[in-house]
């Protein structure tokens, strides 16, 4: 976009024009762009979880998300936290990602699959959104043991997935990867098999709470207190 000699008819957004020389025009990932099209609402969903992540990690020094797809949100992360590194186990997805990096905001992003072996590194927290649906109840224990491996004792985990509850209203296609849903005691449960401290909270639409678990839509656990 040529920006030279435009002008808004407000001095104050010409910052726009600014923004454009700095970084040029954003893309979407392919997976936000899918829900932007698709079900705009769903979007502000995913960005919320995010927003959430972003609210407890605030000031960690290294993060790591599991299974980052596009890594869209991951930049609200980023605003709070002094590095993360993003790993999914899709080259697809983690291609995207490069392919649309701005040097102002780094980001180490590449290929690894949780369920192989820990991710190099020492990390002072982890977080991992709609991904542990995805794992076979059977691996569950590896996906964990594996992503605990590359915490510090004193670092925390942050777990976001569907609700049980919620697959009587999902949509065919995201019920096709969805084979480990849980409820909210269930994930909770889980969690403290691995840290001395769980703190589950509910998530409906964009709101975060404390809610009746099985009103839960989606779920966030977050666990502290490495066993």
Known sequence: MQTTNLQTKEPQYNLVFDVIEKHGIAKLGLMINESWNQDPKR???TLARYKFVAKMLAEQNSVLEIGCADAFGTRLVQQSVNQVTAIDFDPIFVQDVISRLDQTWPLECFV??????PVPGEFDAIYSLDVLEHINPDSEHTFMENALSSL????????????LE????ASPQSKIGHVNCKSGNDLKALMQRYFDNVFLFSMNDEVVHTGFYPMAHYLLGLG???R
Do not use: E, R, W
């Open 43 to 45: 979007t502000l969903f």
């Open 112 to 117: 690894h699959d949780m369920l192989a072996g």
């Open 152 to 163: 510090k004792k004193t670092g925390v985990m942050i777990v976001g997935m569907p609700s």
């Open 166 to 169: 919620s697959q009587a209203y």
């Open 224 to 226: 502290c207190g490495k």
